[in-house]
């Protein structure tokens, strides 16, 4: 058998990528998959060694073992990156991404639909370091330029925007940025390199949750950054600074995780759209939020710059009581209550956007919900909800 490179594999598809990226059987005396390396010291044959431990491929475990680079490489291949490094969580990932981007004095432009965890971090931690955030419209696109200053860093941008599912104009964003010498970071946890390259539209910085579809089980807590050429050096140099290393365990199932995520990925993509078009049609509901979906107001984005959506999208019900939603809730079957998503099963929680919006409004007409949609047979997950909305009526 001849050996795969990624170079041999550079015009391959995804799905061949995924199950051959990160794997050498030759260095694992034939085994398929890359083992777990548990361990802290590496042995140097000799003082010379030793005392040019700096040039060698591993020297500690905080800077890599064969089962972190494995996921490494196999994740640079796959995001289009020249580096990734591995934190032991999503929002691990954004935090050193935006520290690799940040010091003291500058200013950072945050998309008011970002993750909560970020903007709970923003707010705090680079509050207390010097760092000044602004909140902007999701949709802002190409008009961020007025909000540049001359201490404007970074940028991050996260498509589709977490709950509420706004689609921003990455490349627009990434070129008024980039311009004006600002670093763009991405949370692209939802549609994954598989669905959206991030860094052939203009990100330096790709963050993502492990924990979501590269796991795609609900048992390991994971987050990768990868970086452009002019971005890894800042951002393995920020890294080794916390050596905030991910634990072996979940990296090896991360990369297990790996080789199956094309194909849970589209079930979930068909699942999600086939529930999203099921749901639009409920009079229960007002109105569904999923770029993928013709009628909604960022689909044009989508179309232009993903090739897929994921099975995680949010619904604004017509008013409805606490009772009612409540009713509707605690009794499915199938749909868990978790605040998670991307794993073989389907949740489902109710958010609230004007809690900690700042720089846009939202004001749905009634309840929202988000859903991720699981493995599940699909006619199970309509009769489960079909039930729930007869409860959801029975209170009103």
């Given at each position: 058998?001849?050996?795969s490179t990624p170079?041999?594999?550079?015009d391959?598809?995804?799905?061949t ?14 085994f ?17 060694d ?20 494995a ?8 995001a289009?990156?020249?580096?990734t ?6 929002l691990a ?10 010091k003291a ?5 945050v998309?008011d639909s970002?993750?909560?965890?970020t ?17 902007y419209?999701p ?26 599912f706004?689609?921003q ?7 008024v ?14 549609a ?17 949750a492990?924990t ?16 452009n050429?002019q ?14 290393c ?23 993509e068909r699942?999600?759209l ?11 509901v007002?109105?569904?939020?999923h ?7 960022g689909?044009?984005?989508w179309k ?28 499915l ?20 956007c ?17 859903f ?6 699909i ?7 079909d ?10």
């Amino acid at each position: 058998m001849t050996k795969s490179t990624p170079q041999s594999r550079k015009d391959m598809r995804a799905r061949t990528k995924l199950v051959h990226a990160g794997r050498d059987p030759s260095e694992q005396f034939g085994f398929v998959n890359t083992p777990i390396y548990r361990g802290s010291t590496v042995l140097q044959p000799t003082l010379a060694d030793l005392e040019a431990r700096h040039t060698k491929r591993f020297t500690y475990a905080t800077h890599g073992t064969p089962t972190t680079e494995a996921l490494e490489k196999a994740w640079s291949e796959i995001a289009g990156a020249t580096g990734t490094v591995l934190t032991p969580s999503g929002l691990a990932a954004v935090t050193v991404a935006l520290l690799a981007a940040l010091k003291a004095g500058d200013h950072l432009l945050v998309s008011d639909s970002a993750y909560l965890p970020t903007r709970t971090f923003c707010d705090g931690f680079l509050r207390r370091m010097g760092v000044e955030t602004t909140y902007y419209d999701p949709l802002i696109g190409a008009g961020i330029e007025a909000l540049m200053r001359s201490n404007t860093t970074a940028v991050l941008v996260e498509a589709p925007g977490s709950q509420s599912f706004e689609m921003q104009d990455i490349p627009a964003i990434a070129e008024v940025a980039h311009a004006r010498g600002a670093c763009v970071v991405m949370d692209n946890t939802w549609a994954t390199p598989l669905f959206f390259p991030p860094h052939e539209r203009g990100v330096d910085l790709a963050v993502e949750a492990g924990t979501k579809y590269l796991s795609g089980h609900s048992d390991l807590l994971l987050g990768l950054v990868s970086a452009n050429d002019q971005w890894l050096k800042p951002l393995r140099q920020t890294f080794d600074y916390f050596a905030m290393c991910a634990g072996p365990e979940d990296v090896f199932l991360g990369l297990r995780g790996l080789r199956s995520m094309d194909l849970r990925l589209r079930e979930a993509e068909r699942q999600g759209l086939a529930l999203a078009r099921w749901l639009s049609a409920r009079p229960e509901v007002s109105r569904v939020l999923h770029p993928a979906l013709e009628d909604d107001p960022g689909h044009n984005i989508w179309k232009r710059d993903f090739s897929g959506s994921s099975g995680l999208f949010s619904v604004i019900l017509k008013p409805a009581s606490k009772a009612a939603i409540a009713a509707l809730l605690d009794g499915l079957e199938l749909f868990g209550l978790g605040y998670s998503w991307g794993g073989y099963e389907s949740l489902v929680i109710p958010f609230d956007c004007r809690t900690y919006r700042t720089a846009t409004v939202w004001n749905p007409e009634g309840p929202a919900l988000r859903f991720s949609v699981g493995l599940e047979d699909i006619e199970d997950l309509k009769e489960d909800l079909d039930k729930g909305f007869a409860r959801l009526r029975a209170q009103a």
